[in-house]
């Protein structure tokens, strides 16, 4: 996970020493201090974690930052708690990155370079999340979002001119890497590189006693691996659902409402009649007679048209009033006086004077009470059920907002309470992997990992019909399982613990028997002379090409071994989680030619391009902090780590 934490941090210039601005705008907690006694460099350190040249590291922006940190890795992992995060090293890790950036600023200042006030108004007005509806810079957003964020004018300000201050630092000191074509050869060579050789798994398994611990080896064994078995944080929910159901009186319509509703919306149940037209514009009213005198006479209105250099217009179905508002009062008049297939006489508009031909006319008779009755009930019933619902909601909250337990609430509903098993933030069941919540409390589980216990909210669930109130119910914290809990899968880990020491024995052995004295052929019969049966070695005949394509860009710890060992020799591997260790045998490399003007050697010369604009980067960055000093205050990060992880 701590490779994924990493990962974020890494610009294409390698800026490793910047934590992003707008990462901070989009994730920064409100600042809280870290209070301590402990003396840094014969000042009271408490509110420092770190000091760069002159410049202090506070405790509250390593909390911050931390925290924001943690937040985007929960996008992609909702379960990862914030112990988990600081024993990856993911708070040192921060602290790194934030001592760096303050270097580059600090260096940066020193040496006369500047971001004034005008640079950081220019990026500012850039960011997109402070622009009003009219597409400019607003005032109002900017303070908006500020407090959303729990940030300051002046944080924004500060954050923003170090990275200015850090383009200006970095980005001339990288450009512009090349690298000879011929180092790009050797190295694109290595992608043709074939190797052969074997590997073997020596499984701790096999070496694993039989006998379980001793209550104290149990014990030590539990407290040195305690990370290992960190649950994350779990909560219940209570929630009680309601609708329409829970309503204290009728909602059916009326007969007196359903005719008021039918008188209201009379002119949408009166006669209509809408026309479908072949229009034609032309510009005097001569002109407009002519060619509808020849249209009469049997030409086609299209022909008409084009020969005088016009075209024509399909419109509708219409009806008078839609067709009135796009042409004129006189122009519908004639038109809709006029019968199906004639030529209406031509009339005016702000366009010029219409030839319009009546294609076809559509007429709906009015329609009575009796016959609308039923759709103006359906109607009226859902505007009703919404009103009458979004008040019921409407007290619910009111009632919650005042403080009255939820409990009461659902009683005076008439609903039931249900409590969920023990969640985890990503929305399942702990220890029930797939076993989900229930459909209606999906887009709740977020909020309730960020609410208190006892203070409920309200959700609508399906707008318009179903109500939700959800509390938190009980929390528990991530935490280490207890060892009774777990005894019988720490007695496991421990004998395979145990057998690991014991395979790594075995594991030396057949390496030695492979360049001893009276060296074995090969790593199959070196495992073979073992006294425990083990699994056979494997043969490995690869190339580097071969072996990304196979394992799509994921290559197995022993592969990518073979492939960084030289020629003859052997070497051993731990295997994860204690499960053995693996002994690696490479017997041969041969290397293909490549041609100069082979593609892979580009794309080889790109790659390595940027390794060096990184490692120049990186390079840079240690030479300033070395220059401007560090010092770091361990009684402050310990403390912000303990607060962070609620130990204090």
Request: glycine share 8%.
């Amino acid at each position: 996970m701590i490779q994924i934490f990493r990962r974020f941090f890494s610009s294409k210039l390698g800026l490793a020493i910047t934590l992003a601005f707008l990462g901070l705008i989009a994730l920064a907690f409100a600042s809280m201090d870290v209070s301590g006694n402990a003396t840094f460099s014969g000042v009271s350190g408490g509110d420092r974690v770190a000091v760069v040249g002159d410049q202090k590291v506070g405790t509250a922006d390593l909390a911050n930052r931390t925290t924001s940190a943690l937040d985007r890795l929960r996008q992609d992992d909702p379960t990862l708690s914030m112990k988990a995060f600081v024993e990856q090293g993911g708070l040192e890790e921060v602290l790194d990155q934030l001592i760096s950036r303050y270097a580059v600023g600090n260096y940066a200042q020193e040496h006369g370079l500047r971001a004034g006030d005008n640079l950081v108004n220019s990026e500012i007005l850039k960011i997109s999340a402070f622009l009003g509806a009219d597409g400019n810079f607003s005032q109002d957003a900017y303070r908006q979002v500020l407090a959303q964020q729990g940030l300051t004018d002046a944080m924004v300000r500060g954050d923003l001119r170090d990275s200015l201050l850090q383009q200006q630092m970095i980005d001339p000191a990288v450009s512009g890497v090349r690298l000879p074509t011929k180092i790009a050869k050797h190295y694109a060579a290595l992608l043709r590189e074939r190797r052969k050789g074997a590997i073997a798994l020596v499984p701790s398994a096999a070496f694993a006693p039989k006998d379980d611990p001793t209550d104290e080896q149990l014990k030590a064994f539990y407290d040195e691996n305690r990370a290992r078995y960190i649950r994350p944080e779990r909560r219940t929910i209570r929630y009680a659902s309601f609708g329409i159901g829970s309503l204290d009186e009728s909602v059916e319509p009326t007969e007196a409402e359903i005719a008021a509703r039918f008188k209201r919306d009379a002119s949408e149940y009166a006669a209509k009649e809408t026309r479908t037209l072949t229009q034609l514009i032309v510009p005097t009213q001569d002109a407009a007679n002519t060619l509808r005198d020849r249209i009469a006479a049997g030409a086609s209105m299209e022909t008409v048209a084009r020969e005088a250099g016009f075209s024509t217009t399909s419109i509708g179905p219409v009806s008078q009033s839609d067709y009135e508002d796009s042409s004129s009062a006189a122009v519908a008049k004639s038109v809709f006086e006029a019968e199906r297939g004639a030529i209406a006489a031509p009339a005016r508009s702000g366009l010029g004077w219409h030839i319009v031909r009546i294609d076809k006319i559509d007429r709906t008779p009015a329609k009575t009470l009796a016959q609308v009755s039923g759709d103006i009930r359906t109607a009226l019933l859902e505007e009703k059920r919404i009103a009458a619902l979004a008040d019921l909601s409407a007290r619910v909250e009111e009632q919650i907002d005042e403080g009255a337990p939820m409990s009461e609430v659902a009683e005076q509903l008439g609903v039931k309470v249900s409590t969920t098993p023990a969640l985890t933030a990503d929305g399942r069941v702990y220890g029930q992997p797939g076993q989900g919540v229930p459909p209606e409390l999906s887009g709740t589980v977020e909020t309730a990992f960020q609410m208190r216990e006892g203070e409920p909210q309200l959700a609508e669930v399906v707008r318009g019909q179903t109500f939700l109130i959800f509390e938190v119910g009980e929390i528990t914290p991530s935490a280490s399982a207890p060892l009774s809990d777990i005894k019988d899968q720490v007695i496991a880990a421990w004998r395979l613990s145990e057998g690991s020491r014991l395979a790594r024995e075995a594991a030396d052995r057949i390496i030695g028997r492979l360049g001893g004295d009276e060296p074995v052929a090969t790593l199959a019969a070196s495992v073979r002379q073992e006294e425990k049966p083990l699994p056979p070695a494997e043969n490995v005949d690869l190339t580097r090409e071969q072996l990304a394509a196979a394992q799509n860009g994921q290559v197995p710890a022993p592969l990518a071994l073979l492939f960084s060992m030289a020629e003859g020799t052997s070497k051993r591997l731990e295997a994860p989680n204690d499960l053995g260790w693996f002994l690696v045998d490479l017997d041969e490399i041969s290397v293909g030619e490549l041609a100069d003007d082979d593609p892979i050697v580009a794309s080889a010369k790109r790659q390595l391009e940027a390794t060096a604009t990184q490692e120049y980067s990186d390079q840079l960055v240690a030479a300033m902090r070395d220059e401007l000093g560090v010092e770091r205050n361990d009684s402050a990060i310990q403390a912000v780590r303990k607060q962070l992880t609620g130990e204090n």
